[in-house]
């Protein structure tokens, strides 16, 4: 049985094994020992699999892009291809921040009775707050948080930045290590080459064994958030969180298969199919970089892109590509100058627009990424402090089940780069192992 069917079960079988010891919990005075044993070690086993990804992303990431760019550094293509990936995240960005804009719009989701608000703020938790809380702290830093964005571009310890999950500094390094490495002499960029591809096979390996792993993780991932927040607060997810699934479901059923079949006459079919292992895991972990390696995995293998493209494409894009972070910010403010009042003309709702994307960028390698970045949107647009705390504790309690669905989207994007950027270099050939299994 193929990957992504076996991930695929394994995620109804969570759905089912966790809502359903919710109901049964629920409707007793005290939480048993069953449930209580069940969600710990749904936990552990989860946490191992989480782990083992995230051991494998910063020696992924540094070999992948060292590799790629040592490779066609001295080329003259090299300057395109970083204009071509960047150019492409922008446009991409910018298409799923403006479909946000227009289904908030059009949705009005901030006009709720004032039960379902309270339900949201009641099911609000200690360490919900203390995270909210955490969030703000980051976000009062205003002008200085942005020029942090920066520093960690170039870090002063590269070792601390990889210790610390710092992907931005890291590829900073690995771009500008691979392209001095293209720049020695034939001889010593051959045997620095062979090095840094042997050292990336090592690390591909290891990273398919943790691979055979993910409907194993994947049960221990999402089992536990089902066993938490049950059909209640899934229900009280309301307008808001369908405004957000429909933003994100045209930019992935829509958008994105469009941009496949315009700029890469690409089978928008074949792509979803090459891409199934690393969409149900990114939408199971909810994170870009934990989902690399298995996202280079299908990019390499399913689609058939070149280990030039996707060493390039993909690493930078788990850092700077979040179309449905950017997506879901623009949502949420706009939301939340619907549910308090607060009027957003056309200026202030275009200034949202380019600060979501901005920030879906920037606040990428801090802590409670997304509510960092919500909330340095609201202070910029004039939020009250209060309405501020108030808004973000609401939000929260529905992102769980909306952060899995966007990651989903942001790794999609990623893979849409890696194949539209290949055929525009003149690749060929993409999908023939998708037939071949058949």
């Excluded at 960005?93 to 379902?116: E, H, K, R, S």
């Excluded at 690493?315 to 009027?343: K, S, Y």
Aim: include cysteine; aromatic fraction near 10%.
């Amino acid at each position: 049985m193929k990957l992504h069917w076996k991930i695929l079960i394994s995620l109804i079988l969570s759905f089912i094994i966790g809502l359903w010891s919710n109901i049964s919990v629920d409707q007793q005075s005290a939480i048993p020992a069953w449930f209580t044993g069940l969600k710990e070690s749904c936990l552990f086993v989860g946490t191992l699999f989480l782990n083992g990804l995230k051991m494998v992303v910063i020696p992924l990431v540094v070999t992948s892009i060292i590799c790629g760019v040592a490779k066609i550094g001295s080329e003259s293509g090299f300057g395109r291809l970083g204009l071509k990936t960047i150019g492409f995240y922008a446009l991409t960005g910018f298409f799923a921040v403006c479909t946000g804009l227009l289904c908030v719009n059009l949705m009005n989701p901030g006009i709720v009775d004032d039960q379902i608000r309270e339900k949201m703020l009641s099911s609000s938790t200690e360490s919900q707050s203390a995270k909210i809380e955490g969030a703000i702290d980051h976000a009062d830093k205003g002008l200085q948080g942005l020029i942090e964005i920066f520093h960690r571009m170039i870090p002063s310890n590269l070792f601390k930045a990889a210790s610390e999950g710092q992907l931005l500094g890291l590829i900073f390094f690995g771009l500008l290590f691979g392209f001095f490495v293209a720049r020695q002499s034939p001889k010593a960029r051959e045997t620095q080459v062979a090095f840094w591809e042997s050292l990336n096979a090592v690390i591909l390996s290891i990273t398919k064994l943790i691979i055979s792993f993910a409907p194993i993780g994947v049960f221990g991932l999402v089992t536990p958030t089902l066993m938490q927040v049950g059909f209640e607060t899934l229900g009280v997810m309301g307008k808001f969180a369908v405004t957000v699934l429909l933003g994100l479901a045209i930019h992935a059923l829509i958008v994105l298969p469009l941009l496949l079949w315009i700029l890469g006459k690409i089978n928008f079919k074949s792509h979803y199919q090459a891409m199934a292992p690393a969409l149900l895991t990114a939408f199971s972990t909810a994170s870009s970089s934990a989902t690399l390696p298995l996202t280079m995995d299908c990019i390499r293998k399913r689609a058939g892109v070149s280990n030039k493209i996707t060493s390039f494409t993909l690493p930078l894009g788990a850092t700077i590509n979040m179309d449905g972070t950017a997506l879901f910010e623009c949502v949420v403010v706009v939301f939340l100058a619907q549910l308090f009042g607060v009027e957003m003309g056309f200026v202030t709702q275009f200034t949202v627009v380019l600060m979501a994307l901005l920030t879906s960028i920037g606040v990428a390698g801090i802590p409670s990424a997304s509510l960092v970045a919500i909330i340095v949107i609201l202070q910029a647009v004039g939020f009250p402090p209060e309405s501020i705390a108030m808004g973000v504790g609401i939000v929260y309690v529905v992102d769980r089940i909306l952060d899995m669905t966007r990651t989903a989207i942001n790794v999609f994007g990623d893979s849409c780069a890696a194949v539209i950027i290949g055929k525009s270099e003149g690749e060929s050939g993409y999908y023939k192992s998708l037939s071949q299994d058949k």
